[in-house]
């Protein structure tokens, strides 16, 4: 069975930092590339980062350039999403997603919003007050 679980969101303020949490079981996981998506109620889901397991690649969307670090722990199928320098209009619920379909990041930081996924996880609530 497949699973991703986040976890590490939470309330901070604005400034502060996260730091989100991907474990993944059930698929082979340096076969996939994983990615970290938002959504808020009423706007169009978003990529923020992704990390390619099969080329090594990263992709950030242009608001969290400088401010967020994706990593990737091959031995613990664990992807990790460390956020510093929040903002406010960074409140949303962020969901891990992994697809075998995009060998690099970019691909799926560009792509992904149009394609389901192969493999969602339930998503871990960021809350960021100003």
């Known amino acids: 069975e497949v699973e991703l679980v986040e976890s590490g969101g939470g309330l901070v303020h604005t400034g502060g930092s996260l730091r989100l949490s991907c474990a993944t079981s059930?698929?082979?996981?340096?076969?996939?590339?994983i990615g970290w998506f938002r959504q808020v109620p009423g706007k169009e889901r978003e990529a923020v980062s992704c990390i390619s397991n099969i080329d090594g690649s990263t992709y950030y969307t242009a608001s969290v350039k400088s401010r967020f670090a994706i990593s990737s722990d091959n031995a613990k199928n664990t992807v990790y999403l460390q956020m510093n320098g929040l903002r406010p209009d960074y409140t949303a619920v962020y969901y891990c997603?992994?697809?075998?379909?995009?060998?690099?990041?970019?691909?799926?930081?560009?792509?992904?919003?149009?394609?389901?996924?192969?493999?969602w996880g339930k998503g871990t609530l960021v809350t960021v007050a100003s």
């Open positions: 997603v992994a697809d075998s379909r995009f060998s690099t990041a970019l691909a799926m930081g560009i792509m992904g919003k149009f394609y389901g996924m192969n493999y």
């Open positions: 059930g698929f082979t996981f340096d076969k996939y590339t």
